[in-house]
């Protein structure tokens, strides 16, 4: 099963995937984790480029095509051998990132984006996606408080931030059978016990607790 984590900035991606990593692994089911841009030794290079502060310059096309040639080196590299082998890849970021951000904040043409994406992905799309929704004066907050890298795009206005938001609800809108929105202004363990329990009644069948 291919299962990405996507969301605004500060929404806490990195940590759910990790512990869902972890909890995946002891389930008995072998799971690779990944992150984007990067996850690859040429991914972690275009990931420098793509988030140092000091360009400021970088043109919206540029921005798109480094973040898909990092992708497209994940996806040969990594993510299809890994499905090909039978295991879970969980992704912290992927294609649907491209469009909330270079397509909903930056306005880029859609349609196009999404021409660009099939061909560094091949067209692989994830079994399922989460949505960690925050808002972006939430977000924002957190990325100050946890003290992590401040790249980029932490630099964009609120504004930008709520076109993402905003994006991402469209994008799951669009695809209910693949996406599921979660609340992410929550503790960590409770927004944890929340994605487990999702993915378990994908697993079983079950319909998903009303959460
Ligand atoms: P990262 O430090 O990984 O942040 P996070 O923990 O929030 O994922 O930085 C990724 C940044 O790159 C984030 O601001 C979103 C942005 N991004 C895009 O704009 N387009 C993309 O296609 C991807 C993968 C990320």
């Not at 900035?9 to 995937?17: L, W």
């Not at 890994?82 to 969980?90: D, E, F, I, K, R």
Request: glycine share 10%.
């Amino acid at each position: 099963m291919f299962i990405t984590l996507e969301g605004p900035d500060g929404s806490g991606k990195t940590t759910q995937a990790r512990l869902l990593a972890h909890w995946l692994q002891e389930e008995g089911h072998p799971v690779v984790l990944v992150r984007e841009p990067g996850g690859t030794t040429i991914g972690e290079r275009i990931r420098e480029v793509l988030h140092d502060p000091a360009h400021t310059g970088m043109s919206p096309w540029t921005e798109v095509f480094l973040y898909c040639a990092a992708r497209a080196q994940l996806v040969a590299e990594i993510i299809r051998p890994a499905l090909a082998a039978g295991q879970t890849v969980l992704c912290d970021r992927y294609a649907d990132s491209t469009l909330a951000y270079q397509g909903y904040g930056r306005g880029l043409d859609l349609d196009a984006l999404r021409l660009v994406l099939y061909l560094a992905t091949g067209g692989l799309t994830p079994d399922l996606t989460f949505c960690l929704d925050i808002s972006p004066e939430e977000g924002l907050a957190r990325r100050r408080a946890g003290g992590g890298e401040w790249n980029r795009l932490d630099q964009e206005t609120v504004d930008f931030h709520r076109r993402v938001r905003t994006g991402y609800l469209e994008l799951a809108g669009l695809e209910p059978q693949r996406w599921i929105v979660v609340d992410a202004a929550r503790p960590v363990d409770a927004v944890q016990a929340d994605l487990r329990a999702l993915l378990q009644a994908r697993w079983t069948g079950h319909t998903p607790p009303t959460l």
